[in-house]
């Protein structure tokens, strides 16, 4: 069964499946996708947690043998297994198919994976898991539609925009979903409920200080981490909350993931920066030495750390601070070299 993470809620509360395959290079759509699976299993007695990250030469093996290896009370196991490549290789193609083909009792499994193209969706491995369980769909929202995917956003959060905030927000985020959730949020903060105009939101988005904010950005495609660190210490003193200004470093990655991806697939520099616009355009030449020196993983992982600093801010991952994270994104973005983790730590 396919469907799109929209549906996803409806799916579980009908019944909950064996298996689950979240594919799709949208981030905040996969992230409450695979955030909601994991709050349905633990809700079912799912008590015991094993994660597989598949990265190079994976002993595939780890996966089958975490079956049989359950605690003396846990009854039930969640198993996640995490391919960010996309490519299991032939062994782990072998691997998923006969997996699928037998999934293990009491074990509801949870497969991630980025975007896949047509070939990968008909291979026999991806097919196996499609006709096992669920495939759920993190796709991207179009700018047509996004007005009134910020609509419903806004609308649970009590807050009724009317057609021109809606269009604004829309091109502010630029089809990012992060992005446009961070700024829901600040919304919710800054805002009593009830209705909210054009002046409302451009209200809202200058009570964070545009200076320091726009500084953020320039830091980072700079690789001064201790100006990065110095702003964000200074934006914290001064009792900004986080979802205010983390759009900020949100819309950063989001252009540096959009270049590396556009490269990485063999499109020439000179196109792919041809897509910047507005303030990004004016900083053209920092981005494009910024792209030069960051590969696409570390990229990817800034955007993980920004989706942990989310889930940190709202309370849905008890360990670390949101500051802390934030920080060990920004810097590990520029610095590099540095082996900072984006927890900030060595």
């Known amino acids: 069964m396919n469907i799109p993470a929209e549906r996803l809620a409806d799916q579980l509360a009908r019944n909950l499946a064996a298996l689950y395959v979240v594919v799709g290079d949208e981030p905040l759509a996969a992230q409450e996708a695979s955030d909601a699976i994991r709050a349905a299993a633990r809700a079912a007695g799912y008590s015991e947690r094993s994660v597989h990250t598949v990265q190079g030469r994976y002993n595939w093996q780890n996966i089958f043998s975490g079956g049989d290896n359950f605690s003396l009370f846990a009854e039930r196991r969640l198993t996640e297994i995490r391919i960010p490549s996309g490519k299991p290789g032939i062994d782990g193609a072998k691997a998923l198919e006969a997996y699928a083909g037998k999934l293990p009792a009491d074990t509801l499994t949870l497969v991630s994976l980025p975007g896949v193209d047509w070939k990968a969706m008909k291979s026999r491995w991806f097919s196996a898991l499609a006709a096992a369980g669920v495939v759920v769909e993190a796709r991207p929202v179009d700018r047509p539609a996004l007005?009134?995917?910020?609509?419903?956003?806004?609308?649970?959060?009590?807050?009724?925009?009317?057609?021109?905030?809606?269009?604004?927000?829309?091109?502010?985020?630029?089809?990012?979903l992060l992005a446009a959730q961070q700024e829901i949020d600040k919304l919710a903060l800054l805002l009593p409920g009830g209705a909210v105009t054009l002046a409302d939101v451009e209200?809202?988005?200058?009570?964070?200080?545009?200076?320091?904010?726009?500084?953020?950005?320039?830091?980072?495609?700079?690789?001064?981490?201790?100006?990065?660190?110095?702003?964000?210490?200074?934006?914290?003193?001064?009792?900004?909350?986080?979802?205010?200004?983390?759009?900020?470093?949100?819309?950063?990655?989001?252009?540096?993931?959009?270049l590396k991806s556009a490269l990485v697939q063999g499109e020439s520099p000179a196109n792919a920066m041809r897509t910047l616009w507005g303030r990004d355009k004016q900083r053209a030449p920092q981005i494009e030495r910024t792209v030069k020196r960051l590969g696409l993983a570390q990229v990817e992982s800034a955007l993980a750390g920004l989706a942990l600093t989310d889930r940190q801010t709202k309370g849905l991952e008890r360990v670390g601070d949101p500051w802390d994270t934030l920080l060990g994104v920004g810097l590990a973005l520029a610095v590099p070299d540095a082996g900072l983790s984006i927890t900030g730590k060595r």
């Open 147 to 176: 007005p009134a995917w910020i609509d419903r956003r806004l609308s649970k959060q009590g807050l009724r925009a009317d057609r021109e905030a809606l269009d604004f927000l829309a091109d502010r985020v630029e089809g990012n």
């Open 203 to 258: 209200q809202a988005v200058v009570d964070v200080s545009r200076l320091e904010a726009d500084a953020l950005q320039d830091a980072l495609y700079a690789g001064d981490g201790a100006r990065f660190a110095h702003i964000l210490n200074d934006l914290r003193d001064a009792g900004e909350a986080v979802p205010a200004i983390l759009w900020q470093v949100s819309a950063a990655v989001s252009v540096l993931l959009r």
